[in-house]
């Protein structure tokens, strides 16, 4: 009992003692800040995504091996994604996004010079548009159709904007409160571990700390424990190229990058601008296109309207030619029935379904700004 009464009263000296150290206190009040997430509103962000993950040799033998001849094979999607990053370079894509308040914004993602991916959540409604059609929501009071749930999309964008902003402090393990367990400083460079009171999982931030002007730099975030995934430790994202920001974000990262527990690079994204906008501006890109124009993408040729009416009633394709005329509105129940009869004798161009927006990942690797 008296060694643990020592060892108790030693913890206890050691962090009131580290409690007077400036950078500590800067770094509990941006830990605070950067769960806010206030200065990220009616700004337009841009940034480059590129996927750079490869398989080590052996196992990119493996997968040639076990799906030859068989198209089927669960890890062929798998082996094609890192055949044609060998061949090509990494995937890339470019992101814009229009952020407004919590629960509007815009995004739009370009692969090519053809081909692009836009949503728009605003509070009760949303929209999306690829090349060949415009996806309505009318209503979002009831929640999201199902395979249209563009909501999530949020949560992502701003993980990865406050990346830029806040870098390593952006990093969240989601529904799990972390707090500053342990702070060390040996110069300009610190560390500080976060613990959480009720789940096996810690998070190690490091960073540099500049004396003279009292504010420091959140440079890496590493997963120093989880025990309900294991295999996640080592996990680290690293945040370089500090420059100037906005206004409201003085200095900010201007390249995030994620690397796997055995530190392969995993994903690199490179901030392009970043600039604050106005209501006016924020509600012009948002607004839905009409007469075939987009106050964002400009004329438009898309051939189908997928309209869900938020009522209850099926949702319907409207089917266009390319001078915006109807020549067929086929309800949702009828799909089945006129896939390959009906809609495709109008046109073969026409995606029936519309364009589903996935959002998954593991736990670990979302970043979340809480509300």
Known sequence: MPNRLAACIITLTTLHASAADPA???LLDAWTQANDGSQLENVRVEWLTQHVELPTADELQRLRRVTKN????????????????????????????WLGSRGTFRRNIDENETT????????????????????????????????????????????????????ALSIRMPGVPLQLDTFTREGDRWVGV???????????????????AHVGRPLTATVARCDLAPEETGRRWEFTDW?????????????????????????????????????????????????????V??????????TFSGTGAPSVVQVRDGEGNTLAVIPEEDFPANRNRRLLRVSSVVAVAGCAMVVAGF?????????
Request: charged fraction near 20%; include cysteine; aromatic fraction near 8%.
């Open 243 to 295: 420059r100037p920001g906005i206004a409201t974000i003085p200095e900010m990262c201007w390249q995030q990058s994620e690397f796997a527990p055995d530190g392969q690079l995993i994903k690199v994204e490179s901030l392009l601008s970043i600039d604050e906008i106005t209501n006016t501006e924020l509600s012009r890109v948002i607004e839905r296109p009409s007469d075939h124009t987009d106050a």
């Open 194 to 212: 976060f613990n959480s009171t009720s789940h096996p999982v810690a998070l190690r931030i490091e960073g540099t700390w500049n004396d003279d």
């Open 70 to 97: 068989r198209p089927e094979h669960p890890e062929r999607a798998r082996l094609e994604t890192y055949e044609r990053r060998l061949a090509n370079g990494p995937d890339s894509s470019h992101v814009t996004v």
């Open 363 to 371: 736990w670990l690797r979302k970043r979340q700004l809480t509300s």
């Open 116 to 167: 692009f991916a836009d949503i728009v959540v605003v509070p009760g409604s949303a929209w999306s548009l690829s090349p060949r059609q415009l996806t309505v929501i009318n209503s979002t009071t009831s929640g999201f159709p199902k395979g249209h749930n563009y909501a999530p999309w949020e949560q992502t964008l701003r993980g990865t904007i406050g990346g830029f902003s806040t870098g």
């Open 297 to 306: 993408r400009g004329p438009l040729a898309y051939s189908a309207v997928h």
């Open 24 to 26: 500590q206190d800067w």
